[in-house]
């Protein structure tokens, strides 16, 4: 793991837990706003953001195209979404009344609720499988509210949170950074977009445009990664439609333009404005470091996100080791 601002945590190996490990079914610790100390100066915190700004450095200056190891649980991983994805094809929308928030998107949630353990416990090691319970808590979390049949960056952080557990157990490696925003996160991306499209899912907390996006926020700390000491491409590029359509491929921040492109109407300045202000930072490296800074305020550091985060034995709400 990274180190954070205020916080460290150590690598994953060296975080596994043995096999005497009592894993927790996590549940939710932060319920009014005075709580939320807690969760800063948590273990949790410094080891999710060790996380996320570990794969940050991880990613700077690669291109989604470029070599990297792909393991044998990153294989099991996109298997598991690629079920997500195939279980979409097999529950279509239902007729309604409400344009939005397709109420099959529901019964495509039951069959995760039902496997989401069986699917876990099939990427662990043999000897890990006892924290299946603890992890597949995570995998439900990360892909929308079937109340509300909507989707969001606390979601996104369960699927966060859920990787870095994989990393916790031992089952991801150091070795499989790349390979995890890559190739696993990227297929998440993929899977979540198809959800929105086939289910018309509500943004979950959106700010409409004062917001960065109405989904997801990640893509574009790592995206922004990928983009640092780039010869050419600079921030003000992104809004080219020519630059997006051409390298979105190879760059995860111009796939997330390209889908709004897609999904929005009007001009860019007025239905994304935020990421249009990004647009004039001079460089690379500022717009990674504001994008941190941001998830942070914005997501992390605010009540109605955090108070449904769940705390278990891999992500533990007891204060950060010294």
């Known amino acids: ?84 994805d195939r ?36 990427v662990l090691p043999a000897e890990k499988a006892a924290a299946a319970p603890e992890i597949a808590v995570y995998l439900k979390e990360a892909v929308g509210n079937p109340t509300r049949i909507d989707y969001g960056t606390g979601h996104e952080a369960a699927f966060a949170t859920f990787l870095c557990c994989l990393c916790k157990v031992g089952a991801l490696r150091i070795s499989d950074q790349l390979a995890i925003v890559f190739k696993v996160f990227n297929r998440y991306l993929q899977v ?28 574009f700390i790592w995206g922004s990664s990928q983009f640092i000491d780039h010869p050419t491409l600079e921030p003000r590029h992104f809004i080219d439609e020519r630059v997006v ?14 889908f709004i492109n897609e999904m929005k109407t009007g001009p860019f300045a007025e239905h994304s404005n935020q990421l249009w202000n990004i647009s004039a930072v001079p460089s690379w490296s500022k717009v990674n470091q ?18 449904h985060f769940k705390f278990g034995s891999l992500l533990s709400i007891q204060p950060a080791k010294p």
């Not at 009344?97 to 069959?111: E, H, Q």
């Not at 989401?116 to 099939?122: K, T």
């Not at 979540?192 to 893509?219: C, H, I, N």
């Not at 359509?245 to 333009?257: A, G, K, V």
């Open 1 to 84: 793991m990274a180190e954070t601002d205020q916080q460290s945590a150590s690598s994953p190996e060296d975080e596994a837990p043995d096999a005497g490990t009592a894993y927790i079914i996590p549940k939710k610790e932060i319920s009014m706003v005075p709580d939320m100390g807690k969760w800063k100066r948590s273990q949790a915190y410094a080891d999710y953001m060790g996380f996320i700004l570990t794969l940050n450095e991880g990613v700077k200056g690669k291109k989604l195209t470029c070599e990297y190891e792909v393991s044998e649980t990153v294989e099991k991983l996109l298997g598991l979404l690629g079920t997500l």
């Open 87 to 122: 279980w979409i094809n097999e529950t279509p929308p239902v007729d309604q009344p409400s344009r939005f928030g397709n109420k099959a998107y529901r019964t495509w949630f039951s069959k995760l609720e039902q496997e989401a353990e069986a699917l876990v416990a099939a």
């Open 192 to 219: 979540m977009r198809k959800l929105q499209r086939t289910y018309r899912m509500e943004p979950a907390g959106s700010q409409g445009v004062w917001g960065l996006d109405d989904f997801q926020f990640l893509p």
């Open 245 to 258: 359509n051409e390298q979105h491929q190879d760059y995860m921040f111009l796939d997330c333009i390209r």
């Open 290 to 307: 504001g994008l941190i800074r941001m998830y942070k305020a914005e997501c992390l550091e605010k009540f109605p996100v955090i108070q």
